[in-house]
C-alpha cells in the first residue's frame, strides 16, 4: 500500500513539476539536502506507519493516537525551533494526553476484563463416577480458561504494538512537519514530491529485506489484478485527499481546517461501529472527545487568544 500511495503521488507530482517548469526544485545548501532527505523519510515512515497501525487497531483508536500530532509537534518545536510553549497549549497538551489514555486504556491503568480471574463452583460428589467426571469437567475448564487468558494475552500484545505503530506515525508525521519548517528555497510541491520517494525507498527496503511475504517487491507478476485495483483506489484516495486538504487551506483559515479534520475521528468511530461491528467503549469515546477537543483547542488559539486580548483593552 505504501509503494502505490508514495508512487502514485510521486509520479504526478513529479509530472505536475515538470509541466509547470518549477524553478525551486532542487535544494541549493547541502543543509537543505539532509533536511529534504530527513523529511522525505519522515513522511513517508508516516504513511507507512499508519497503514500499519489499522492491521491491529480498530480505525477510531488508530486515528485518535495519530491525532495527538499536534502534541508531538509541540514537542519537537520546543527542543528544535525554541517555540514558545503558553499556558494553552501547555494545557490542552495535557488533555490531549489524557484521551490518547482514555482510549489506548493502558493495563497498569485499566485492568482487562478478560484477565481477570473467573470463579468456578462445582458441587461436591459423593462416588467414584462422580468425582471423575468433576476431575474431567475441572481439567477442561482450567484448560479453556488457560487457552482464553493465552488469547486474551496476545490480543493485548497485538494491540499495543498497533498503538507503538499509529504513536510512531504522529511522532514522524511531527517530525516532517518541523523539517518542513526548517527547509527554505525549495516549493511546497518539491517538498511533497520528495515525500512520495522517501515513500518508495521506505517500501521497497521493507519488501526487501524485512517482509519475506511482500509479493509486489520479489515477485512482480504474482499480484492479481483485483489487488492491483484496490491498491490503485488507495493510491488514488491518498492523492485525491492530499488535494483537497491542500485547496481547502487555500480556501478556508487553516483553524477551520484543522476543525474539519478532528471531525474524522468522529466518522471513523461510526464506520467501525456500522461497517465492520467493533462499537467502541464509552472510556474510548470520551478520549477520543478529549483529543478533538485538544485539536480544536490547539487550532482556535490565536483566535481565543485575540478576544481575550480585545476584552482586555475594552475594560481599559
Same mark, same amino acid.
Given at each position: 500500500?505504501? #509503494? ?14 515538470? +509541466? ?12 537543505? $539536502? ?23 487497531? /480498530? @480505525?477510531?483508536?488508530?486515528?485518535? @493516537? ?5 502534541? $508531538? ?14 499556558? $494553552? ?16 486504556? /493502558?493495563?497498569? #491503568? ?29 481439567? !477442561? ?14 490480543? !493485548?500484545? !497485538? ?14 508525521? &511531527? ?7 526548517? @527547509? ?18 521506505? &517500501?521497497?527496503?521493507?519488501?526487501? *529485506? +524485512? !517482509? ?8 512482480? &507478476? ?5 489487488? $492491483?485495483?484496490?491498491? *490503485? ?28 479534520? &478532528?471531525?474524522? @475521528? ?13 462499537? /467502541? ?36
Amino acid at each position: 500500500m505504501l #509503494l502505490a500511495r508514495s508512487g502514485m503521488q510521486t509520479a504526478v507530482l513529479g509530472l505536475i513539476l515538470v +509541466v509547470t517548469g518549477c524553478s525551486n526544485f532542487l535544494p541549493v545548501r547541502s543543509m537543505d $539536502w539532509f533536511l529534504v532527505v530527513c523529511q522525505s523519510i519522515s513522511s513517508g515512515a508516516r504513511v507507512g506507519l499508519t497503514f500499519a497501525c489499522l492491521e491491529y487497531l /480498530p @480505525i477510531g483508536d488508530a486515528l485518535t @493516537i495519530i491525532f495527538s500530532e499536534p502534541l $508531538w509537534t509541540l514537542v519537537l518545536s520546543k527542543v528544535f525551533l525554541k517555540t514558545r510553549i503558553g499556558w $494553552w497549549k501547555f494545557t490542552f497538551a495535557f488533555v490531549l494526553i489524557s484521551g490518547v489514555v482514555l482510549c489506548t486504556q /493502558p493495563p497498569f #491503568l485499566f485492568p482487562s476484563p478478560n484477565m481477570t480471574h473467573h470463579h468456578h463452583h462445582h458441587r461436591h460428589h459423593h462416588g467414584r463416577h462422580h468425582h471423575h467426571e468433576q476431575s474431567v469437567a475441572l481439567n !477442561d475448564s482450567l484448560s479453556n480458561e488457560t487457552t482464553t487468558n493465552k488469547n486474551a494475552v496476545d490480543d !493485548d500484545c !497485538d494491540y499495543y504494538m498497533g498503538v507503538v505503530l499509529a504513536v510512531g506515525a504522529a511522532v514522524t508525521g &511531527a517530525a516532517s512537519n518541523v523539517i518542513v519548517a526548517k @527547509i527554505e528555497q525549495i516549493s511546497s510541491t518539491a517538498i511533497v514530491t520528495y515525500s512520495g520517494v522517501g515513500g518508495v525507498v521506505l &517500501a521497497l527496503g521493507y519488501g526487501v *529485506l +524485512v !517482509d519475506p511475504e511482500d509479493k509486489i517487491v520479489p515477485n512482480f &507478476a504474482m499480484v492479481t489484478a483485483e489487488e $492491483w485495483l484496490t491498491l *490503485l483506489m488507495l493510491g488514488g484516495m491518498g492523492l485525491v485527499g492530499f488535494f483537497a486538504l491542500t485547496r481547502s487551506l487555500q480556501l478556508i483559515p487553516p483553524t477551520t481546517v484543522a476543525v474539519l479534520r &478532528a471531525m474524522e @475521528i468522529v466518522l471513523a468511530y461510526g464506520v467501525q461501529a456500522v461497517v465492520l461491528g467493533e462499537v /467502541p467503549n464509552s472510556l474510548a469515546i470520551a478520549g477520543s472527545s478529549l483529543v478533538i477537543t485538544s485539536v480544536v483547542a490547539f487550532a482556535a488559539e490565536n483566535v481565543f487568544m485575540t478576544c481575550a486580548a480585545g476584552r482586555m483593552c475594552g475594560m481599559h
